[in-house]
């Protein structure tokens, strides 16, 4: 029998049919200096579990993302580990989430 | 707060000597401050064992100054990287034993990038200073050549072994390895000095006045514009002015008999490269040195984008872009100023626009600038280290 999926403490997103919890090592993300992110996400009722996860950011005002490809690595009850981040400009900083056919988004500024 | 202490002082103030003080709002002055302390904190690559090492160091000191390591045993590491021009050559592009397309960069600071070279293609300064032993056109030299040098000079392979803690290596592409790791430890310790921006800068954060007085009122001017309006600190971050990463500036990147590709070429170059840090001469156990390499992205966008330098001593290195072709600090502000969108690469970044600056502003920014300018050397006087004995 599966765990149940629970939500770690972090910054908090949802749509109608998910919601994941993320947060970001080292806590303040500063410009120029790689981070590490830690995602868990769980369907809510009658929601299929995303098979395909996939995570970017992008700055939507400069219209640009990031220069690197964030690696996932999948971990148990619907937890991942992300490497890769770095955020190369200060201001508004956009995740995506991209959970199977679900993409949620978060805005973050960064000085 | 900050702004209303400041507002408060430069009321009872102002009629001191000295330059007459913005009114740094608090958003302003929370962006100055990200541009210092200097010097900022650093830590030793881990990707490279000697990295701090002072005998490493001293060796990779001697390697710098040897033109052995090229093969008409006349170019040096100094030949391009000139101790007395802020350790780059004042030329527009920089000759070795030919020309090439790119302008030499300074090495001040060097120890704070994360990519080397215009184009990145380094992912370390101990691989980027193998890059122009081998490049035809700068030094020319050989992995075979360079390790032979160390062999056959007892002197070098006497450093070389204390260094390592080891006899050099029979394999000539460690051997040229080391050579790069200590010509890095050595270049590690070239820092700027401190300039007047960080004394403005370092008064303003203790809301020190009278020590802010010293800071030229065109100077701040300048500074208004470049964290303002200007938005130069989008790319021209933190305290070494640098965010580390390529952009599109519109400068041309058509070169004679085709183009320079820049980043797009860079990201190639780096992962065919024996020496970058996902091979087996990356001493960091842990990897996580490697993650940039590994995860970097090679996109359309890259192609004719150069990697944001330095502003630190920016009025010691000219010319400027990554060809050399601004003669001048005034004509790089111009160059932004009039800025044509159209040139910019069409699927790239939309950050770029011209700024319209009036002469006076100009003239201002530049100032700034200048002001980043070191009034001493941070280096210290060089003594002839004794014979090596075994």
């Known amino acids: ?50 098979e395909r996860v996939k995570l970017d950011a992008r700055m939507p005002e400069h219209r640009h993302g990031m220069n690197y490809r964030v690696k996932v690595v999948p971990l148990a009850n619907g937890r991942y580990r992300s490497e890769g981040w770095l955020f190369h400009m200060p201001g508004r900083w956009e995740f995506v989430f991209d959970l199977g056919t679900e993409r949620l988004t978060h805005s973050v500024r960064i000085e | 707060m900050i702004r209303a202490l400041l507002g408060a002082l430069l009321l009872c103030c102002s009629a001191g000597a000295g330059a007459q003080l913005l009114d740094f709002t608090d958003a302003e002055t929370r962006a100055i401050l ?18 701090g090492s002072a005998a490493a160091i001293e060796l990779g000191e001697r390697m710098f100054f040897d033109p052995r390591l090229s093969s008409s045993g006349q170019v040096l590491c100094a030949t391009c990287h000139v101790p007395y021009r802020a350790w780059q050559d004042g030329r527009a592009r920089a000759f070795g034993l030919a020309d090439t397309e790119r302008n030499t960069q300074s ?21 980027q200073s193998v890059r122009p032993i081998l490049e035809p056109r700068e030094m020319g030299g050989s992995v075979a050549q360079a390790a032979a040098l160390v062999r056959g000079d007892a002197e070098l392979s006497c450093r070389f072994e ?32 401190r300039s007047p921006f960080d004394e403005f800068r370092d008064a303003l954060s203790r809301s020190d006045l009278s020590s802010m ?65 996902l091979g087996a001469y990356n001493d960091d156990r842990g990897g996580s040195s490697a993650v940039k390499t590994r995860q970097v992205a090679e996109e359309h966008r890259n192609f004719g984008e150069f990697k944001s330098p330095s502003l630190r001593n920016v009025a010691r ?17 111009r160059h932004y100023s009039e800025i044509n969108p159209d ?48």
């Open chain 2, 34 to 51: 990200r541009h210092g302390p200097w010097p900022a904190p650093w830590s030793r690559d881990p990707s490279n064992r000697v990295s």
């Open chain 2, 162 to 193: 204390k260094v390592f803690g080891a006899p050099v290596p029979a394999a000539d592409e460690a051997v040229l390895a080391g050579i790069g790791k200590a010509l890095a430890a050595f270049q590690e310790t070239l820092l700027s000095g």
């Open chain 2, 343 to 390: 040139r910019l690469h069409s699927d790239g970044e939309a950050l770029l626009k011209p700024l319209r600056l009036s002469a006076g502003e100009s003239a201002d920014l530049v100032a700034f600038l200048e002001s980043l300018s070191e009034s001493a050397s941070a280096l210290a006087p060089r003594r002839p280290a004794a014979s090596c004995r075994r």
């Open chain 1, 1 to 50: 029998m599966a765990a149940a999926c629970e939500l770690p403490p972090g910054v908090r997103v949802e749509s109608d049919r998910i919601a994941l919890s993320y947060r970001t090592i080292p806590a303040s993300i500063e410009v120029g200096k790689p981070f590490v992110l830690e995602l868990a996400a769980c369907p809510k009722k009658g929601a299929a579990v995303a």
């Open chain 2, 213 to 277: 007085k010293k800071y030229p009122e065109a100077a701040q001017r300048g500074l208004r514009i470049f964290i303002g309006r200007g938005n130069c600190g989008a790319c021209h971050v933190g305290p070494a002015f640098s965010n580390g990463e390529f952009h599109d500036t519109g400068v041309p990147f058509f070169v004679a008999g085709g183009v320079d590709s820049g980043r797009h070429g860079g990201i190639r170059k780096l992962r065919a490269n024996t020496f970058n840090l």
């Open chain 2, 317 to 333: 290195t000219a010319p400027y872009m990554h060809n050399g072709s601004l003669a001048t600090l005034a004509e790089v502000v």
């Open chain 2, 107 to 127: 090495l001040l600071d060097v120890r704070y990038q994360r990519w080397f070279g215009w184009d990145g293609a380094g992912d370390s300064l101990w691989a």
